[in-house]
C-alpha cells in the first residue's frame, strides 16, 4: 500500500465522459488499497476560455487580482465533477479548493509560489479511507486572496502536495505516454525514457519537449519527489523523472536531443575589443527583461571584435531596436540579424563519465554537412545553432549517432 498523488491534466478531464474515465482508474487505485489524492486541472480549453471573457472585458487585462478569481473556477468546477463520478462508483471522495486546502502562496497574482501547504484535512480524509480532490494552479495568500500559479500550475500544485505529503510517487496523468528520447514527430524511432534525471528532465523541458511546468520538476528535484509522466489513455509505465543514483547505474551518454527552432542570432561587427562592452551591449537587453541564450565573443582583431548571441524569435525586433542605440554609442560597425537559425542540444548526465561526446557530435553533423554556427556547454548538455532547415536532418542524425533508437539493455529487461 502506497500514497501516490495523481494529477490528471485538462484533456484527460474534457468531457463528462472522460471524468466518468478519470473515475474508473482512480478507483482501481482506491480497490488495490492506495491512498489516493488527485490534483486536477481545468477541462481542456476552459483557462483559455475564462482569459479571453477578462480580455474582452478589461482588453488592458490590468486587475491580477480579479483574473486569479476567474481563472480559479476552472478547477473547482472539476474537483466537484471528479468527486461526483467517484460517489457514483461507490468511492468516498471529498473536493478541495486550494484555499480549502489551505495551499498558502505568496501574493503575486498570477505567478505566485507555494509557500507552505496544510495537510490536516488531507490526512484526515485519507485516514477515512475517502479519495482526496484538490483543484490545481491555484492557492491563497496570508490575507485570503485567490491566487494562481502561472499556466500548467496544475503540476507544480500536484508535485508540491506529494512532497508535502511524502507521498510514494507523483503520477502526472496526461496525453503522451512519457518523455521520449526526442520529439517523436520529427524522428520515427523516437523511444520512450524508462527513467530520467531531474536535471536532465529540465534540460529535455526549456527546449520544447513540454511535457511538464518547468517548475514542478525543480520543485520535484529540489525535495526528491518521484515523478512519473504517464498516459491517461493507455496503460504503461510511463516515464519515471528521478534522481541521478536512482537512474540506471550503466546510463548511456545521452539521454536524448532536445531542440527549439524559436530562436533568433544578433550579432555586432566591429565593436572595439575594450573591457566592458560586453556588458554595454547585454545590459539593455537585460534591463528589457530579455532572455539571452548562447553567447559568443571573437578573438579581437586591430582593437576590434565580433559579438554573437542569441534571442527568442518573439524578442528579435525588440532586440535590434534596443541594439541600434547601443551600436551607435560604441562606435561598432555593424548589426546583423538572423532569424532563421536553431538550436539543438544532446543532454544526458552521462556526459560527466563519457568522454568524447562533443566530438561524436561534432563529426555527425560534419558527415552531414550541417554547419555549426555557435557552440554553447553544459555539465550534462551541449547545444548547437545550426541553420534552421537543417533542424531535423541534425535532430535525426544525431539520434542516430547516439544509439538512441536502440533499447538499451538496461532498460530494456524491464519493459
Ligand atoms: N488550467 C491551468 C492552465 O491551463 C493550469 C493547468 O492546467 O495546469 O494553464
Ligand atoms: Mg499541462
Known sequence: MALIVQKFGGTSLGTVERIEGVADKIAGFRGDGHD????????????NRLMDLAAQVLPEGSTPREL????????????????????????????????????????????????????????????????????????????????????GGSDTTAVALAAALNADE??????????????????????????ITFEEMLEMASMGSKVLQIRSVEFAGKYSVPLRVMSSFEDGPGTLITLEEDAAVEAPAIAGIAFNRDEAKLTVLGVPDIPGVAYRILGPIGEANIEVDVILQ?????????????????????????????????????????????????????????????SRMFRALADVGVNIQMISTSEIKISVIIEEKFLELA?????????????????????
Not at 112 to 117: E, G, K, Q, T, V
Not at 318 to 343: C, F, H, P, Y
Open 36 to 47: 489516493v489524492v488527485v490534483v486536477v486541472s481545468a477541462m481542456s480549453g476552459e483557462t
Open 68 to 151: 486569479d478569481v476567474l481563472l480559479s473556477t476552472g478547477e473547482q468546477v472539476t474537483t466537484a465533477l471528479l468527486s461526483m463520478a467517484l460517489h457514483k462508483l461507490g468511492v468516498n471522495a471529498r473536493s478541495y479548493t486550494g484555499s480549502q486546502v489551505r495551499i498558502l502562496t505568496d501574493d503575486v497574482h498570477t505567478k505566485a509560489r507555494i509557500l507552505h501547504i496544510d495537510d490536516v484535512n488531507i490526512c484526515t480524509d485519507l485516514k477515512q479511507g475517502k479519495v482526496v480532490v484538490v483543484a490545481g494552479f491555484q492557492g491563497v495568500d496570508d490575507q485570503g486572496n485567490i491566487t494562481t500559479l502561472g499556466r
Open 170 to 195: 507523483c503520477q502526472i496523468y496526461t496525453d503522451v505516454d512519457g518523455v521520449y528520447t526526442t520529439d517523436p514527430r520529427v524522428v520515427d524511432g523516437a523511444r520512450r525514457l524508462e527513467k
Open 298 to 358: 571573437n578573438i579581437g582583431e586591430d582593437a576590434k571584435t565580433d559579438f554573437t548571441f542569441t534571442v527568442g524569435r518573439n524578442d528579435l525586433s525588440q532586440s535590434q531596436r534596443i541594439l541600434e542605440r547601443t551600436i551607435t554609442e560604441l562606435g561598432a560597425q555593424e548589426l546583423r540579424v538572423d532569424a532563421k537559425i536553431a538550436k539543438v542540444s544532446v543532454v544526458g548526465v552521462g556526459m560527466r563519465s563519457h568522454a568524447g561526446v562533443a
Open 395 to 415: 535532430v535525426r542524425t544525431l539520434h542516430s549517432a547516439f544509439e538512441l533508437d536502440a533499447e538499451p539493455d538496461s532498460q530494456g529487461a524491464a519493459d
